[in-house]
């Protein structure tokens, strides 16, 4: 039997459903770059939820995105604020991880400076994810900026827990991502999984959580399955990446996506894996088709 009938065999087995979609050495590598990936909302296994980040998907209006997005099972976007909640609506898709409320990603909550401002954004903001039925409200460390670790704790506990009550009454959970200082984001405080999660613990509330974001993990500290299975209880939300370089999350990269999203269905996680790639390939959707195959498990 030649490589290329085992394959073609396969990819029917795969649409005919009698083969896995999603394993280490499965569709990934059974696809070329030639050969249309052919993935439906139907065929998704449904144990991971599956959203993509609006900004990666630029080249794209938020309607063509929502559209694109549908057809291949993603359920909701990231990223993005109320202007464009009426056309994730309009399509059916959830807004799963807001932004809107922050300032930027280097002036956040670990600076008193930035208090007043932050604490006014969020308190409009909380209702209004509540109001469009929304459930996570992104939210930064902000740069060191010379301040220690306990520094940034303690400044980021003061304004947050400011926060925490409106937040609860409104079941909305403001969630802090997890970026790498190493290369993207240099002197981002919330840098290492053990920052966040000692925040998480000193806030201790069910509406304060992390985003781990895989492709900036891997960078930062790595160890990512044995990170998301010891603290999965802090994380709300999940991004993917490919490392290096934040593109194609592929065999063209080091992580195994497919692998580590087991680990997070293992966990029990109900929440968002949102894919957060810059797409390199000319057919960005492919790619993004491709994507939701490696991470449906
Ligand atoms: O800007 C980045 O690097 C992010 O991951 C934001 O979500």
């Known amino acids: 039997m030649s490589a290329s009938f085992d394959r073609r065999t396969a990819i029917k087995g795969i649409l005919a459903g009698t083969v ?5 050495t499965g569709l990934s590598a059974l696809v070329t770059p030639n050969e249309e ?7 998704l296994k449904g ?7 609006r900004w990666c998907f630029s080249d794209f209006d938020v309607e063509t995105l929502c559209v694109e997005a549908k057809k291949i099972g993603i359920t909701g976007i990231d990223l993005v604020g109320p202007k464009d909640w009426p056309i994730l609506k309009k399509h059916n898709l959830v807004s799963t991880m ?3 409320a922050e300032l930027n990603l280097v002036d956040g909550f670990n600076d008193l400076k930035f208090h007043e401002q932050l604490i006014k954004n969020y308190t409009e903001m909380i209702p209004l994810v509540a109001e469009a039925g929304y459930k996570n409200l992104i939210c ?8 220690t670790d306990e520094e940034g704790w303690n400044n980021c506990v003061m304004g947050l827990k400011k926060l925490i009550p409106l937040a609860e009454k409104h079941k909305v959970t403001l969630v802090m991502e997890l970026l790498n200082s190493k290369i993207d984001h240099k002197d981002y405080q919330c840098d290492k999984t053990y920052w966040g999660v000692e925040l998480a613990k000193r806030i201790n509330s069910e509406n304060f959580k992390l985003l781990y974001d895989i492709y900036h993990m891997q960078i930062d500290e790595g160890d990512v399955i044995r990170t998301i299975r010891e603290n999965h209880k802090y994380i709300a939300h999940y991004h993917t990446g490919g490392v290096p370089g934040r593109n194609e999350i592929d065999e063209s990269q080091e992580l195994n996506y497919s692998t580590i999203m087991k680990a997070i269905g293992d966990t029990g996680f109900t929440g968002f894996v949102g894919q957060e790639f810059i797409p390199k390939q000319k057919d960005k959707i492919a ?8 991470c449906d498990i």
């Open 140 to 147: 930064f460390s902000g740069n060191r900026r010379g301040k």
């Open 98 to 100: 807001c932004n809107g």
């Open 47 to 53: 144990r991971i939820n599956h959203s993509v980040a």
């Open 20 to 24: 896995t979609l999603g394993i280490p």
């Open 37 to 43: 990936l052919k993935l439906d909302s139907n065929m």
């Open 287 to 294: 790619s993004l088709k491709k994507a939701i195959a490696i």
